[in-house]
């Protein structure tokens, strides 16, 4: 497997497997910021086997999704034990840029999904949600994949790469993959790392407030208000645990909805501890 560090480097080896594909065919983009786990690997199989011996895995901490109060520094950063994993699970290739190869000096350009980027996550973490577009934008831009992959956990993160790649024309199809959750119900996330075995336990109260709502949904419940308020009775069983939003919205709009139909996206966010971890489901 090689490791790629430059944009051109990148561009080169697409478009060369592109020129091998005898149906034309392109390559497969994972983007991650890397301490790989389950869940990364459940996307990477499967952009191995729509695009087998032509899976590219991006490796980078984007500085520009973190707030200046946030866990950049000491976020985990696990390259070596990253490319073994990427590499049993059918990556060919890792992108790992340096900070200066994405953003070269005196770079002005950012991308903004107006109105979608400041919901959800980015009511809570502003400018988040710019600098994960910018980052995939030029992702995206670089390797011209035919698939990028990412995963359901991430749902407002998807719904915003989504727009942007429709209103750029990017010409990339974003592939969505289920939630990857511990045997407990724990949805797997890089930051999980952070939880005490205390804090762990009490993290397990997000997906308990979705299978609560989902079992109301079942029953026949379709009030917002009354699912959401069901869902932070749920919260309320871990006084520790801090919400930062608890919301049902339309998955294309991040907008809140009166009542839960197919489709809809249920959505939670809670600090426990210090680490803010986020979950979700799709009604129906």
């Known amino acids: 497997m090689q490791i790629l560090k430059t944009v051109e480097e990148l561009r080169t080896?697409?478009?060369?497997?592109?020129?091998?594909?005898?149906?034309?065919?392109?390559?497969?983009?994972?983007?991650?910021?890397?301490?790989?786990?389950?869940?990364?690997?459940?996307?990477?199989?499967?952009?191995?086997?729509?695009?087998?011996?032509?899976?590219?895995?991006?490796?980078?901490?984007?500085?520009?999704?973190?707030?200046?109060?946030?866990?950049?520094?000491?976020?985990?950063?696990?390259?070596?034990?990253?490319?073994?994993?990427?590499?049993?699970?059918?990556?060919?290739?890792?992108?790992?840029?340096?900070?200066?190869?994405?953003?070269?000096?005196?770079a002005a350009t950012l991308v903004d999904v107006e109105g979608l980027g400041d919901r959800l996550d980015g009511a809570s973490r502003p400018g988040h949600f710019r600098g994960v577009a910018t980052v995939v934008a030029k992702l995206l831009i670089a390797a011209e994949p035919d698939l990028a992959f990412f995963g359901q956990k991430d749902a407002a993160q998807v719904a915003v790469l989504r727009r942007m790649v429709g209103d750029l024309r990017l010409g990339t199809k974003i592939v969505v993959c289920p939630i990857v959750r511990e045997a407990d119900g724990l949805a797997l996330s890089s930051r999980n790392a952070y939880l005490s075995s205390e804090e762990r336990r009490q993290a397990l109260v997000l997906s308990r407030a979705i299978r609560r709502v989902e079992t109301l949904v079942g029953g026949g419940e379709r009030s917002s208000d009354s699912l959401i308020t069901a869902a932070r009775a749920v919260f309320a069983e871990e006084p520790t645990v801090w919400i930062d939003y608890v919301e049902l919205v339309n998955w294309d709009t991040l907008l809140p909805v009166s009542a839960a139909r197919p489709g809809t996206l249920l959505a939670v966010a809670a600090w426990v501890g210090s680490t803010r971890l986020i979950d979700n489901a799709i009604i129906g």
């Open 13 to 106: 080896w697409s478009r060369a497997r592109r020129c091998e594909s005898a149906s034309g065919e392109g390559i497969a983009l994972v983007p991650t910021m890397g301490a790989l786990h389950t869940g990364h690997a459940s996307l990477i199989r499967g952009a191995a086997e729509a695009r087998p011996g032509r899976v590219a895995v991006s490796i980078f901490v984007n500085p520009t999704q973190f707030g200046p109060q946030e866990d950049f520094a000491t976020y985990p950063r696990t390259f070596d034990a990253d490319c073994a994993l990427a590499g049993r699970e059918g990556a060919t290739t890792i992108f790992a840029p340096g900070v200066e190869e994405m953003y070269p000096a005196g």
